[in-house]
């Protein structure tokens, strides 16, 4: 059984930057995508970034050229760079993972973290 864990969030000015974290443990996760979503009060779960097994990483429209999204597959860790935060991006951010191959719907990820809440102040 398969745990993620995420950490790194807080309260930032927009603006600012904010590195989020998400370990894994308890499984390898070499072989597995693994993908950042955020979902806001009232709002649905929406897909933010996701990285495959092989490295390929995709974006959502909505933060491509602002977040960065990396992996570290000896540490077992995913990592979410985020730059020129805007109030916008003010959501729970949750750590997910899936086998191989990236992708944006939310259905498609079996594995997932707690979350750690990102507020932007304006």
């Known amino acids: 059984q398969g745990q993620l864990v995420e950490s790194g969030g807080g309260l930032v000015q927009a603006g600012g930057s904010l590195r989020l974290s998400c370990a894994a443990s308890?499984?390898?996760?070499?072989?597995?995508?693994m993908g950042w979503f955020r979902q806001a009060p009232g709002k649905e779960r929406e897909f933010v970034a996701a990285i495959s097994w092989s490295g390929r990483s995709i974006y959502a429209d909505s933060v491509t050229g602002r977040f960065a999204i990396s992996r570290d597959i000896a540490k077992n860790t995913l990592y979410l760079q985020m730059n020129s935060l805007k109030p916008e991006d003010t959501a729970g951010y949750y750590c997910a993972s899936r086998p191989m191959r990236a992708t944006m719907t939310v259905d498609e990820y079996a594995y997932w973290g707690q979350g750690t809440q990102v507020t932007v102040s304006s």
């Open positions: 308890g499984r390898t996760f070499s072989s597995y995508a």
